[in-house]
């Protein structure tokens, strides 16, 4: 998650961010998961919902699988073919697409939404673990990456990561 | 340590490597070479002057005043769809960060399992099932990636672009996700707009010489000579081209994938994309989503980062210590660029233009020493333990 400078417009956010840079000075980053995406269903937006190893220790299956399933649902949302894309297109299309100028398309806004809902989460269960979930779009929309930190009181000691081979089975 | 202090904020697209240009601080995105994107407005302007100049005139009064007005209307359209296709970031993938880079390499390392020294590890692909179709990911060693389904490498842009259609130097840019449709309009107005020149340019010499003679005509409208014989090559191979997307799309293929001959039938493969359906793949080709652009050109670089990795952490896997652990920066890092195994790059024009632009001036690329090459293919291990 890129560093955000909290402005004065945000003022309920200055307070959340603290938890969050809280973490990142009390905390050094121990190792980061990348979940891939699934092509299985074509090119549609899709990550894997397999549990890492990494995670084990740290975060409870299941609130990864909904994280990440919900994060799913939301890009079929966005990149659903029917009856409002098409509108979208062709009234596109009429205007030479200068529409676009003014208007937001609905991936943009459901790319607003996904934003949201991966900061909240981050809040609410992933930061008090001590780790990060990025926003796929800043990784090129190719991996959820997410950021393993360790207390620095602790010894530095970041086991699991050794075995990767684990999560290679497709 | 001294720390030289930017003082200035540099935006995201001054550091993106691949040979784009960027304009318009970071709001327009095309390649370098642009001499012949300049061919191409030059050559549309200036026919459509000509045909304002000489044949709207008599047009206008001897036939409609509406001939001029639907010219005018189907030129501004295609200048819009040239601009857009130009200007747009056609689906750039961005180059994967060190640690990802580096998560990947022990995945295929794991994967791969132990090379008996002196023997070629396996090449890096990964198969995925896409409507019962089996679908090689090939790694891009450039970007450092699994190229998703449909992308390809563009060795003139240097960047992965998500399905890639072509490079297209008429418009100085490559056609991938998300400028498909615009370069489709394109050359669908551009022949609307080459026929509609074309047929008035005849009716109008066919009317003037009724009245003057053929040889008088042409004498006072020498610009419809002109016209005519720009008109007449353009008609041939842009009428033909709009044909063939057209063929493409309703086959949900792109010209990459038509090149390269993979969804031919051969070995009963079929195109997995497909929904069989004509309608169905226009829709879905013209009609889809808009996707937003993956590249964040405009967004501020970090100076600072409050997130330092620790490079005393002997954090990874037992075979090699973390590369990265030497830089301190978190903004994305220019991975040097290498160049791609010169395997058969469709683009539709197949000669590569040296380059007389002048040569952006890329930062230069702090020493992240190479993951991959495809050269050292046989003797990664020994590359990566000699760069630690």
Same mark, same amino acid.
Not at chain 1, 9 to 17: H, I
């Given at each position: ?9 945000d ?41 890492? %190893?990494?995670l084990?220790?740290r ?5 990864f ?9 939301y ?14 297109g062709c009234?596109?299309?009429?205007t ?25 989460q ?17 990784r090129g ?16 000691? %970041?086991?699991?990561?050794? %075995?990767? %081979? ?5 | 340590?001294?720390?030289v ?23 327009v995105?095309?390649a ?18 000509l ?13 409609? *005043? ?6 005018? @209307? ?7 769809m040239?601009?857009?296709t ?5 689906g750039v ?5 060190p640690?990802?880079?580096?998560f990947i ?8 399992g132990?090379? *008996? ?18 679908v ?11 190229r ?22 008429w418009?100085g ?31 109008h ?8 003679g ?7 409208t020498p ?14 191979s ?21 090149i ?7 070995n009963?493969?079929?195109?997995p ?12 080709? @013209? ?11 405009r967004?501020l ?23 990265v ?13 290498e ?7 469709p ?14 001036? @890329?930062?230069?690329a702090?020493?992240? *020493? *190479? @993951? ?17």
């Amino acid at each position: 998650m890129q560093a955000r400078v909290p402005t004065a417009a945000d003022g309920n956010m200055a307070t959340e961010f603290h938890n969050l840079q809280e973490l990142r000075h009390s905390a050094s980053l121990a190792n980061k998961v990348f979940i891939q995406r699934d092509y299985s269903e074509g090119t549609t937006c899709r990550f894997q919902t397999k549990f890492p %190893s990494e995670l084990e220790s740290r975060i409870e299956r299941k609130l990864f699988e909904d994280t990440v399933k919900t994060l799913n649902n939301y890009y079929a949302e966005a990149e659903k073919i029917g009856g409002q894309s098409y509108l979208e297109g062709c009234l596109a299309c009429v205007t030479a697409y200068l529409i676009f100028l003014c208007m937001e398309t609905r991936y943009e806004k459901v790319l607003k939404k996904i934003a949201k809902y991966i900061q909240e989460q981050n809040e609410k269960f992933y930061a008090p673990r001590g780790l990060l979930v990025t926003d796929p779009i800043e990784r090129g929309m190719r991996v959820i990456e997410i950021s393993i930190y360790e207390d620095r009181g602790s010894s530095g000691s %970041s086991s699991g990561s050794s %075995s990767v %081979s684990g999560s290679t089975a497709r | 340590m001294s720390a030289v202090m930017i003082a200035r904020k540099v935006r995201k697209w001054e550091k993106l490597p691949g040979k784009n240009t960027f304009c318009c601080d970071g709001r327009v995105m095309m390649a370098r070479q642009k001499g012949v994107f300049y061919l191409t407005l030059f050559l549309i302007m200036g026919t459509c002057a000509l045909f304002f100049a000489f044949e709207c005139p008599y047009l206008a009064v001897h036939l409609s *005043p509406a001939i001029p007005v639907f010219a005018a @209307l189907i030129f501004l359209f295609v200048i819009a769809m040239l601009l857009r296709t130009s200007f747009s970031d056609p689906g750039v993938l961005p180059r994967a960060l060190p640690e990802e880079a580096t998560f990947i390499e022990m995945e295929i390392e794991a994967a791969n399992g132990n090379v *008996p020294a002196g023997q070629r590890p396996p090449p890096r692909i990964r198969n995925v099932q896409i409507n019962n179709q089996i679908v090689k990911l090939k790694y891009c060693y450039t970007c450092k990636i699994f190229r998703p389904p449909r992308a390809s490498h563009c060795s003139i842009c240097d960047n992965c672009v998500d399905r890639f259609d072509h490079h297209c130097p008429w418009v100085g840019n490559c056609v991938g996700k998300r400028n498909y449709r615009y370069f489709y309009m394109f050359t669908l107005s551009l022949s609307l707009l080459t026929i509609y020149i074309f047929t008035f340019d005849i009716v109008h010499v066919v009317m003037r010489s009724v009245d003057n003679g053929f040889l008088n005509t042409l004498k006072e409208t020498p610009g419809t000579v002109l016209e005519v014989l720009v008109c007449f090559f353009t008609l041939w191979s842009v009428v033909g081209l709009t044909g063939f997307h057209t063929y493409l799309i309703s086959l949900n293929q792109t010209t990459n994938e038509d090149i390269k001959g993979s969804w031919s039938g051969k070995n009963r493969v079929q195109n997995p994309y497909s929904h069989k359906n004509l309608i169905k793949n226009c829709c879905e080709v @013209l009609c889809g989503p808009a996707y937003p652009s993956v590249l964040d050109r405009r967004g501020l670089m970090q100076e600072d980062s409050p997130v330092s990795f620790t490079s005393a952490a002997p954090s990874s896997s037992s075979s090699s210590s973390n590369p990265v652990s030497q830089t301190t920066k978190t903004t994305a890092p220019l991975i040097p660029n290498e160049h791609t195994p010169d395997d058969a790059k469709p683009s539709i024009a197949a000669s590569a233009e040296k380059s007389d632009s002048p040569k952006e001036e @890329l930062p230069p690329a702090p020493k992240v *020493p *190479p @993951l991959a090459s495809p050269e050292t293919d046989a003797e990664v291990t020994l590359a990566k333990e000699k760069a630690q």
